[in-house]
Structure formats: structure tokens, C-alpha cells
């Protein structure tokens, strides 16, 4: 039965990744728009590489991203505020691979036992997540990247600006002062300016792209600026200076929960130290918990259990500002 079991898993695991490999391999008719500008020259190609490395790049198809609820389109829009240069399809080959190796291993250690399964089904779930996980805080360290940023980026738009630099070209400026992750989006936005955006779709779209919650009061404050009328360097030296002031509160936040998040950590981890502790005194008494059934289902339980809590914990210390 359990053969069985796993002669079915893997079939569907390869199923999918067929479908994966069709997908991934199947371009649609701007990727193929885009392809063609690219053969056009080096000036042509240079401004859609960027855009090549997946068909989501695209203004319309990350706006068609952000109106569906798909998880694929979700999943686009993930991968490429991540900078991962992955398709769906290839994401989710990945996927359905760690959970089919993390499935498999218990099986295969346990020889087809009982016992085996009762691992295998919880580790494939683990490992089908693991792909998301690292996707996640991959899109995290990118955003922090792009915040801390930010607030140089401004400036140097503003000192072009002031300078007689158009809109365009000091954002085109700042991009070559400054270093990855926020230059590689502000070439990007200059790129979809030059294939024929306008300047506020481009916006909006490095808005949605990235995902700051610093960078949408930016793009704000532009577009009123555009409509309304102003000193645009002005407009943005008091965006930073509010950055700069956000960024202050958080700080002091985050000494205020450091407690929190240290308990959080002190309570995740101080289980296995009882029982590191426990089997130094008594072996034979704390083997039982990976020799026998109930023991492996105990630990599997108390460990998504220690798992569930520590995220709770810092769910809740994470104030947002």
C-alpha cells in the first residue's frame, strides 16, 4: 500500500512537471515581441533584456498580475520582486521536486513501513513550502535593500533636478551612482519609458513591482506633483526627510520588542536543549522517541507545534510603521 502510495506521488510529481516543462517552454506573443526587439540591434536589445527575463516583465502583464488572483500570476510577480530569474513553470517544478526527494526519503528509510508515511506526508509539505519560503525572505532582504536606499536615491533625483536634468534623466542619473537593488529598477523603469511607456505607467509599475510602502509615497507624491504643479527637488527632500523619520520610529520600535524577540528565540530553542539534557542523563529513555511510531509522530507534532509558535510570537512583535 505504501508502494503504492509512493508509486503514485512520483507520477504525479512527474505529471506536473510536464506541465510545468510545457508552460515554461511555451512563450507568449509580447515574449516574442520582445524577442524580436532584441535582434534588432544593441541599443534595441539592451532596453528589453531587462524585460526578457520573463514574460511578466511586461507593464500589461504584470498589471493583468495584479487584477488576477491566480497563483500563478502571483507567483510572477513574487519571483520578480525576489529578482529570481525563474518562470512559473520552472518555480514550480522546483517545487514539486523537494516535496517528491523530501517524500521519498522517509519511505525508503523506513522500508515501506507504516511509519514511514506518517513522516513522508508532513516532509513533503515542508519541502513543497521550503522553495516558497526561501522566495519570501529573498523578496524581503531585497525590499530592506531597496528602503535603505531609497533616501539616496531622492537626493541624487533631487540635485539632478536642480541641476536642469529632466524627470527621466535624473532618474536615469541615479541609476548609474547608484548601486543594486535600487538602480537595476530605476534602469528598468527608464527601459519601459523608452519602449514606449509613459512616464506615470512606468511608475506605477516599478510601484507595484517592488512593493514598498516608502516607494509608494514617492510615486505619490510625483504624480500630484505632475498633475498639481511644484517644486518637484522640494517634494522630494521632504519625501526622504519622512523616510528618514519612519525609519527612526522603527528603530526605537524595534529596541522596544527586542524582549519579545528574544523570548521567541529562547523559547524555541530551549525544548531541545531539554532534550539534549535529558538524553545525556537517560538514553534509553529518550531513543523511544525515534525508535518507535508514537515517538516519531510526537516529535513531528511538537516540532510544527515549537514552529507555529515562534512565528506567532514574531507576528506579533512586528509593528508596522
Keep these: 500500500m505504501v508502494a503504492g502510495l509512493a508509486a503514485a506521488f512520483v507520477f504525479v510529481a512527474l505529471l506536473c512537471a510536464a506541465v510545468g516543462f510545457y508552460v515554461m517552454n511555451t512563450g507568449g506573443e509580447e515574449d516574442r515581441r520582445l524577442r524580436a526587439l532584441k535582434a534588432q540591434g544593441p541599443a534595441q536589445g539592451a532596453e528589453a533584456r531587462s524585460l526578457l527575463r520573463r514574460s511578466t516583465s511586461a507593464i500589461p502583464t504584470l498589471r493583468r498580475a495584479l487584477d488576477t488572483s491566480s497563483w500563478a500570476d502571483r507567483a510572477a510577480l513574487d519571483l520578480d520582486r525576489a529578482h529570481i530569474s ?30 514511514g508515511l506518517a513522516v513522508a506526508i508532513p516532509l513533503a509539505l515542508v519541502g513543497f513550502m521550503l522553495p516558497a519560503l526561501y522566495v519570501t525572505l529573498k523578496k524581503r532582504r531585497r525590499l530592506h535593500a531597496i528602503d535603505r536606499q531609497l533616501v539616496e536615491g531622492l537626493s541624487h533625483i533631487a540635485n539632478s533636478i536642480r541641476a536642469g536634468f529632466a524627470m527621466l534623466q535624473a532618474i536615469d542619473a541615479a541609476a548609474q551612482r547608484l548601486q543594486p537593488p535600487l538602480s537595476e529598477e530605476f534602469s528598468r523603469l527608464v527601459a519601459d519609458v523608452r519602449l514606449g511607456a509613459s512616464l506615470e505607467d512606468a511608475l506605477t509599475a516599478l510601484g507595484n513591482r517592488v512593493g514598498s510602502y516608502d516607494l509608494d509615497m514617492v510615486i505619490t507624491a510625483i504624480m500630484i506633483q505632475r498633475s498639481t504643479g511644484g517644486n518637484l527637488s522640494e517634494v522630494l ?13 522603527r528603530g526605537e520600535i524595534r529596541v522596544l520588542t527586542a524582549q519579545m524577540r528574544f523570548a521567541a528565540w529562547v523559547l524555541s530553542l530551549w525544548p531541545a536543549v531539554l532534550a539534549g539534557i535529558f538524553f545525556l542523563l537517560n538514553p534509553d ?22 514552529l507555529l509558535g515562534f512565528f506567532t510570537i514574531r507576528r506579533i512583535a512586528a509593528i508596522e510603521i
Design 237 to 249: 527632500d521632504n519625501v526622504a526627510e519622512t523616510i528618514r523619520e519612519r525609519d527612526r520610529i
Design 86 to 115: 525563474l518562470r512559473v513553470g520552472e518555480y514550480l517544478m522546483l517545487r514539486i521536486f523537494t516535496a517528491a526527494l523530501l517524500f521519498a526519503i522517509p519511505l525508503l528509510a523506513a522500508r515501506g513501513q507504516i511509519v
Design 285 to 306: 529513555l529518550m531513543s523511544n522517541l525515534w525508535t518507535e511510531a508514537a515517538g516519531i509522530v510526537l516529535l513531528v507534532i511538537a516540532g510544527i507545534l515549537q
